[in-house]
């Protein structure tokens, strides 16, 4: 599934810090010479509306639709806010799909990018520590959601604060991950925290400022590509956080921003998740009882040029019905299998290698499947083919796989062919060159991964997660991580027992 | 939302121990003594056809409609499984329903669950590590999932560790908190593992014994309650462990397990829904920006003894639109709200305590609201009457708030009404009392808390968690715990280089 | 233990950011317009030879005593160190002693103090980001310990970075506790990480910045108050930076900082010890088995108004040898214990509540103890009188204890008491007031306290860590944090596989 | 330095368990029956005296001095306890000596170890948890620790949940490590809890099962391998518990045991001392500026027959003074430098590889030294012998360096030479085989260790922990958990608000 996060308003006010040191704070008007800013917060009105663009693809750009909003202080149309319509959703949806599940940067995958944005955040809290800059965001949300100059400030100043705390090297440590040993010599246990790519994120008009930036440097820090959309009555706050965000070195590229009302959001969302991957919702359903692994393996040329083939035959061919070695088949028919093995079977350079034959003197009953170990080679470039691949990459749950091999130039096909598969539970990279596996690790999302050269799904220490990524509700067992994350929430409680400063007033409104 | 975790199938074998110390088990037939089991796994047949039972309220149940199995490996009609339908489903809908959303124990709640849970685990480890229970479940899992009595004993084998893990006090060590310290003295924000109370699981047959069991002692450990339903074609084996689990302990009204189809499992999920809370599903929508909190304050008889209530009234019209320390309200008009605050003056004994009027002098534009602070009394016993609650908790996001109060011994009311709530943002307990305390938090699910007798949401730190509990989906903001639970996905890569063991020699097929 | 860390050399440079950005910087003086510093890195020499000096208790002091220093380079007398020798020692040991045990800050003591050092740091980080300032130090640093600009600068730069990790709210995640459920409702153990009061760090000559800063700020953030000596070849550097952290927020009265050499700082230190406490060395000697707690109650005059002592003679009387209630005592005979009750009885005020006799027929032999059940009451002020103190707080190793009383506004006398004894392993406050918890848990160190009206050392949970503070070598027991803090040491691996960028050339030496 | 740790005596009871279900167990004796056991807690007297037993690699021993010890209720001489005098320690000394100071285990050697301790506990906790078990050791306890059932019966309780803790997977996840992503990609930094190697630990007589049960596993599970001392007074206790840990599967030769007054165990330390590494306490006086890491590089064969070294010579001579890439030394002078390599080079066989001379036209003072970039060639085996080795090993904190050249199969030897080294700071092992950082790493004690084929000191990212392993005072510096570990103590507060159970009466006695 598509992380896509609804942010509810929040209630009551934003938590402040003591409000004491703004005395000396101007809030008379010094906008214009901000570097990053294109409208001036005391200057916007019915005679002088500003205009509110959008983000796509590193480009701001305007619309043939403008939405026009009043002040809520005295009814001017003092802001126009180019909305996207249905023509216009495409680069949004393309600069979604062009983000891979793995993310624009993972523990594997350009980790650079966490100290860069660790450097963002350093500017970007310095600028809205300066009394001029957190001045003009104040003003900007108090135009257009009014509230007191300390509650507008405060708002600011939370947001200050919490870019100073993933300053330096904090953002890269969100990425810490944990190891335990495993069962042998060689053999541990990791668990990273993985984006989940292209996120969508929708925010509400109470806290212009505050939500969208927490929620977008999150969903940044963490590898993800957000596409943002605000209440449009408040967005303009954001749009000007937008291009302050830039100047302090955050990548045009990295965020795209629109206006455009709930049903247009929808409708990327659903291009995007056709586009990209077919939601995999069904796995989730209550009715099937589906597996999340495609069994299927890609064989280095270096491997293709050993026995390995002929001796994955031998030790097919060892299994027999009477130890249950080989055994029914619960899901599936005899006949199904064999049906779509000649389907297979028919891609130009397809091969049968082994099985592919019922099993002998049985008396399993006709419901359940009865098939010997069977492994069907297909071309890489054949897999690839719109017209193949989902036929390939169908599950079957029995003793049935398909077998490809990749020369050494081809490792970014076996990768797309990686991306574009639909569930990602368990997979096996066995290799012991660790340039290797951080690339592949890099750049694929399988949940539980077996890395090295003793890799496999059958001898993983009993206690490790278990579970497919990429999914906000994918459920991992098997660890007291999986316990806590599956079967609990998180509950934050506040303790405030005092005591009262000595001489405590009752301070102003806010 | 309601936790309702659907378990895929698992490719490919369960991660197993070296199984080379098996060879002083003696895999024949020893069943009839285990003082747990009703059925003796070597003598099921067409003749002597087993059952399976379901459990509700602490209950072994048949039902009058039996669905009967084939034995995969001959076809004869080997196990009757009592199915219920849908006359059948109210006791189930019960007992979810019965257990509160903040779940059977939390920090806050029968701490010692923890304990006997921790214990419940080591009894049940140690009866698994014994060779006549082990087979016997090895051999239960044969006869319903046919595989090679290696793998099915290693399922066994991985459950026992799993077992073993959550012996002792490891069961509280999941429930483990972490605290930071506040912005001043007696301020800590802390962050807790909640549990969602009733919860469901539905598991496939491939791994009859190891998914049902860890996903269902991972929900009891951290304080669900839980309906299991496994795939009936092997649910003999879990319900088999179930009464083994019983005889370690386990509560017998902990768990309810229940065959069905899954229209029937639907069906009662809805109605729990339906029930116990509506689903908040609207929340999450894209339309609409819907806050999380309704805005009411419950005051104790002690509070209400004080001029509370005049220094608020005091306190409200200090505040003036000039300095927008009151404002327009984006969402509701003024009509709307005073609509709202009329039908709720017509509950009996309820009354305005202030406010309640249009603001004087103003240029808002009518598509927005203008109110002056205004709160609403209504009586506590009129607020839990079914026709009154859903008017009183109705949130209106203004300067708009019911205020109520309670006797000593009304608590009980007060937290049922917290109970019958939708939404569970936040919450504020004022009093620097640890008992009282205790049973508020222990009793209650706002993701966000603040206690104590400074509590207040505009006062807490910059830092701490904000979001709702209860949904699996929920999204927390400000923290680094937020953005990492919120914005990545657990990955997890098991490493095994190797070296190869010397002398090492393909093994038997299993 | 006093908390005493020397820092030792670091071979090879530090580790370095890429200093390609590194262009725009013009090395040429520009120090002038600094505003923290006192010195200018260019002009040093000869000629017009700098001076360091030292700060104490807030003040920036000189000595009759300098040490001159020769540039590395030519052997020109260019630095003056004011060296402080042993007669200018006591305003030193003064500062050092005035700081008690539990630190300047805790998480029940002056929490804010966090924030403020969190914000010195994020200003401080912005100054050394600036060119101007990074320049500064990086040529002060070559001038006394030279190696390349890019090296100087390099170390420069990690300090920066290290500054920007804790700004925000990144001091106080340090602080970050944890709790796990305990057996019963209402308890709950909770683990903090304690200062240790007063310390002192010795830094060597090769890191004149980076190993200071960062060791002095780590101090400085968990709440210690340290006492900083760095090698006086290289001392300018540190010294200017105090200035600079001082300019940036930092008190005046956190740290202070010395010129001496290795004897006179030995001297302070023994001297602290002295005065502060007696160093608790023997506890970890081999000879001896000693107990780390003197077994004292004081009682508020709440509890004095109840029966409570009555009640406790009581129980002691039910105690008897047959069941072994009461019994031998292995390291004290009778008529040590006797002694000492009667050394008790003779100061002023003190009395007999019960015991204080000889077992009644027993045969325990006379190398052993034998005593019923005594308490001694010593009226408090009595107990604080430096003639007295010792003989009270001596422990007993057996059916022992002094009983004390004092009235409400005596805290601070009870808090004083605990101060100054030697031992600090295990604390109950029975109390179930959280501000009079917080205030006697915020200045107080022991190890392990139980704090609630049902605290008690006999009825916690099994798992709770055991062990005193405020010694680095301290040694807990019970849990898994305590088993990996006692008996693992912390290792670090950086792996660093490559690839090697494309087109990667030889950069110049460094 | 050596972990040595003295348990000091704890005040006041063990934490219990309710109690309330001891009704059944019948302390009257039934030991006979014991497998494990070799004395009848019942039947010690004068008349049939117990003795008590040491346990040195492997073998459990007596000694030609007995200690005779008094029974504390009746003064019979009722146990004979083996004493160790001077002439027998040796069989100790070399059984702690033989253990490496990377320990029995740790993440890169014989992982398998956490598992079979996993095993251990469990055997062990669930024995303890048969009444006949626990009685006996609550009898065995009573006899020489007089204290009531319940007492003594609540130590073997927690010593057997504490077993229960550690079992499955539990020891294991003690050694959890965590990594952060690094600068670029291929760059992470891990942080392992490593042993200490040999420890010792000497226990008092108040709790002579719980104490030394619990460190000694807590020691074992991190790797080490302990000698234990318990107070002879009590020692057979432990003596008997060794036997049922042994029973339960744990290596005879894990754990050593003796009984001997405190002069001989002070001689035994010091002797491992003195033979396996000299004490590194200087690294830690006030005095000196000591470094940590001895510069030496251990060339693989693959390496030497590239143009390596020359091309380290042409870097070398790249550096000048002018630019500071080369300086003064500031704690060598240019004679002693040149002495000390006039010495290397009278060892057989070695050579100057480049340098050795004093920089030309400087100005440096002569108290400074002024040497160019040398490098020293020692044949590998020549370093190894105990005439050389400290010579070669000295740290010359200057430009200076030791070069030596290994084939594949000496790989042994230079790891013996890493172990007999002094100081562990840092190491980079240049490779990027699995299997070879996997052997080096598990076989080494290096505090900070970089690895890979890009590893070097000076590219690592600036947030590692930089520190020696290996001392329990190491101080690590540069990260969050440097700063709490060194800066902070652990404290533990354990709330017990209640409330009070309803109907709860005072118990009896215990």
Request: proline residues 7%.
């Amino acid at each position: 599934m598509f992380r896509f996060l609804v942010c509810r308003g929040i209630k009551g006010g934003a938590p402040q810090k003591a409000l004491s040191s703004l005395g000396s704070i101007n809030p008379a008007r010094s906008v214009s010479s901000l570097p990053f800013a294109t409208v001036d917060a005391e200057e916007i009105s019915g005679s002088q509306p500003a205009e509110v663009q959008n983000l796509v693809q590193g480009k701001w750009t305007t619309s043939s639709t403008w939405n026009t909003l009043l002040d809520p202080l005295n009814g001017e149309s003092f802001i126009k806010v180019a909305e996207v319509d249905e023509a216009g959703i495409q680069p949004y949806v393309e600069s979604l799909s062009n983000c891979p599940k793995h993310g624009l940067h993972n523990p594997f995958k350009a980790p650079e990018r966490y100290l860069h944005l660790g450097d963002v955040s350093a500017k970007a809290a310095h600028l809205l520590s300066l009394p001029k800059v957190s001045n003009y965001f104040a003003r900007l949300i108090q135009r257009v959601s009014p509230k007191s100059y300390q509650q507008a400030h405060g708002e600011v100043q939370v947001t200050q604060k919490f870019l100073e705390n993933f300053s330096g090297d904090q953002v890269r440590f969100l990425a810490r991950s944990f190891a335990v040993p495993g069962n042998h010599l060689g053999q541990q246990s990791h668990g990273f925290r993985w984006p989940y790519g292209p996120v969508a994120i929708v925010t509400p008009f109470n806290f212009p400022l505050e939500i969208p930036v927490l929620q977008l440097m999150g969903a940044l820090y963490m590898g993800n590509k957000p596409l943002l959309k605000v209440d449009s009555k408040v967005s303009i706050v954001m749009e000007q956080a937008l291009r302050m965000l830039h100047f302090c070195g955050l990548p045009v590229e990295d965020v795209d921003f629109i206006n455009s009302d709930g049903k247009i959001m929808n409708k990327i969302l659903l291009e995007v998740d056709y586009v990209a991957w077919v939601c995999d919702q069904d796995a989730y359903a209550c009715s099937g009882q589906k597996c999340s692994g495609q069994s299927i393996l890609f064989m280095h040329e270096n491997w293709s040029a050993t026995d390995l083939i002929s001796k994955l035959k031998d030790l097919a061919q060892r299994r027999k019905l009477e130890d249950l070695t080989i055994g029914p088949v619960l899901t599936f028919t005899t006949e199904a299998m064999l049906e779509h093995m000649n389907k297979l079977l028919e891609i130009p350079g397809s091969k049968l290698l082994f099985g592919g034959k019922e099993l002998e003197n049985h008396s399993i009953p006709s419901i359940y499947g009865a098939l010997k170990p069977t492994a069907v080679y297909v071309p890489l470039e054949e897999i690839l083919k719109d017209k193949n691949f989902e036929l390939v990459t169908k599950e079957i749950f029995g003793p049935f796989q398909i077998i490809t091999d990749y020369k050494n130039d081809q490792l970014p096909i076996v990768l797309e062919a990686l991306e574009r598969m639909h569930a990602h539970l368990t997979a096996a990279v066995v290799s012991n060159d660790p340039l290797f596996l951080q690339e592949v690790i890099g750049h694929s999302v399988n949940g539980t991964t077996y890395a090295g050269l003793r890799a496999r799904t059958t001898g993983a220490p009993q206690n490790h997660w278990f579970g497919p990524a990429g999914d906000p509700r994918g459920a991992g067992i098997g660890t007291p991580e999986a316990i806590k994350l599956v079967w609990s929430c998180h509950r934050e409680i506040i303790y405030d027992y005092g005591p009262i400063p000595k001489h405590w007033e009752i301070p102003p409104s806010t």
